[in-house]
T-cell receptor
Framework: DVKVTQSSRYLVKRTGEKVFLECVQD?????MFWYRQDPGLGLRLIYF???????EKGDIPEGYSVSREKKERFSLILESASTNQTSMYLC???????????FGPGTRLLVL | QKEVEQDPGPLSVPEGAIVSLNCTYS??????FMWYRQYSRKGPELLMY????GNKEDGRFTAQVDKSSKYISLFIRDSQPSDSATYLC???????????FGSGTRLQVQP
């Protein structure tokens, strides 16, 4: 079974803090994704990566950056957290040429 | 207008009912269609995957795609309380790595 893990289930941070969310997948997938999920808005793509050190912006990249130094690990960075970044963050992975994505359990982030 | 539209619900049905969940979309390039199930405070899990038009059945679940109408459906037969979750449709076009999701329909199956 594909396993995608996220470093934290719940996080509470203060406005202005730098926040790191980490995601690890164990299926040697080329593609990895970061989404945020908000009520009524569904899942919105922040960034994705199709190879080590490669990244592409999604629909809502503002205020976020990403890092992929190893194939199995994809990090989402909030350089200076703001209250409007309070959300559920979901990581996903998929194989090259594969359309289906496999999700981690999510990190619920609260920015005070 | 969103590329993918999905009624948010909630949809409440009695145990044993047949459930119909639907999405409409506007992008004719979409070829791959998925349904994900998401329990409260958990990540989405893949339920069904269909390529192009047609039907696909897996146990109590049937996925239908009508590309001419840009309409996809998920049917759940003999619904159970354990089916209570949010159901997300998702789709993508050939060569496009990212998925476009509907906003999800919350389903409640009453015992």
């Amino acid at each position: 079974d594909v396993k995608v893990t996220q470093s934290s289930r719940y996080l509470v941070k203060r406005t202005g803090e730098k926040v790191f969310l980490e995601c690890v997948q164990d299926m040697d997938h080329e593609n990895m994704f970061w989404y945020r999920q908000d009520p009524g808005l569904g899942l919105r793509l922040i960034y994705f990566s199709y190879d080590v050190k490669m990244k592409e912006k999604g629909d809502i990249p503002e205020g976020y950056s990403v890092s992929r130094e190893k194939k199995e690990r994809f990090s989402l960075i909030l350089e200076s957290a703001s209250t409007n970044q309070t959300s559920m963050y979901l990581c996903a992975s998929s194989p090259s040429g594969g359309e289906t994505q496999y999700f981690g359990p999510g990190t619920r982030l609260l920015v005070l | 207008q969103k590329e993918v539209e999905q009624d948010p619900g909630p949809l409440s049905v009695p145990e044993g009912a047949i459930v119909s969940l639907n999405c409409t979309y506007s992008n004719s390039a979409f070829q791959y269609f998925m349904w994900y199930r998401q329990y409260s405070r958990k990540g989405p899990e893949l339920l069904m995957y269909t390529y192009s038009s047609g039907n696909k059945e897996d146990g109590r679940f049937t996925a239908q795609v009508d590309k001419s109408s840009k309409y996809i459906s998920l049917f759940i037969r003999d619904s159970q309380p354990s089916d209570s979750a949010t159901y997300l449709c998702a789709m993508s076009a050939t060569g496009r790595r990212a998925l476009t999701f509907g906003s999800g329909t919350r389903l409640q199956v009453q015992p």
